[in-house]
């Protein structure tokens, strides 16, 4: 399902377009001069736009131009009574996506706005972002901030600790911290383990000498709370 907004002050077109876009599934929004539909145009759920040329208000290519300005990319697929090549150029020119001439078959008006949907790009995946006490981190970008402040790890720090944050309430001990962080191959000791956490703690938690979150598993290793 999508939602698309109808810009048409033609009521009868504009119904019938509803119409039969609601039984294809899609939620639909109407418009009927160009001050109202670029206002309805600029909203972030907005996933296509069928916009006429000729509007009361603000004309189609007016609403077009400053869709496309303020940066929204929302598919825009363009009616019009004219026929002109001219006006067909503009229209693309300005951005539109499509373009269709009145009158046009119902069919082929169903077949542009679904090939239109299908262009779209897939939505983006919400930001894996962890955090605990006072501390945040966004696993996709490799940041860490405290208090609203960035904090400076190293790649390797990052390894371990995302190795902590996907892993809460799990006790790991230090050989298996080195095969996942370092490799099967690393021939260091485990003794580098207790000097990167030994580090996050400084830097992550509130007080590096009674950690609340890299918490030690004495004879073992470590764990993470959250």
Not at 42 to 63: C, F, K, Q, S, T
Not at 164 to 172: C, E, N, Q
Not at 193 to 207: A, P, T
Request: aromatic share 6%; net charge neutral.
């Amino acid at each position: 399902m999508a939602r698309i907004l109808i810009v048409e002050d033609d009521r009868a077109i504009a119904l019938g377009l509803r119409l039969n876009l609601r039984k294809e599934g899609h939620d639909v929004w109407m418009a009927q001069d160009g001050e109202e539909g670029l206002r309805l145009a600029l909203e972030p759920e907005v996933d296509l736009i069928v916009l006429d040329v000729m509007l009361p208000a603000r004309n189609g290519y007016d609403v077009l131009k400053e869709i496309r300005r303020r940066g929204n990319s929302a598919p825009i697929l363009m009616l019009t009574a004219k026929g002109l090549e001219g006006d067909k150029i503009l229209g693309l020119k300005l951005g539109a996506d499509d373009y269709l001439a009145k009158p046009f078959g119902l069919g082929e008006m169903l077949a542009r706005v679904e090939a239109l949907l299908r262009r779209r790009p897939p939505p983006k995946a919400e930001r894996e972002r962890i955090r605990f006490g006072e501390v945040e981190v966004d696993l996709d970008a490799q940041t860490v901030q405290r208090k609203g402040e960035p904090v400076e790890v190293s790649a390797q720090e990052f390894k371990v600790l995302r190795l902590f944050l996907t892993s809460p309430g799990r006790a790991l001990s230090r050989e298996d911290i080195l095969a996942r962080c370092w490799g099967a191959e690393y021939e260091g000791t485990p003794r580098t383990v207790d000097n990167f956490v030994r580090s996050l703690r400084v830097k992550l938690e509130g007080n590096a000498e009674e950690p609340r979150h890299f918490l030690t598993v004495r004879g073992h290793g470590y764990r993470f709370e959250r």
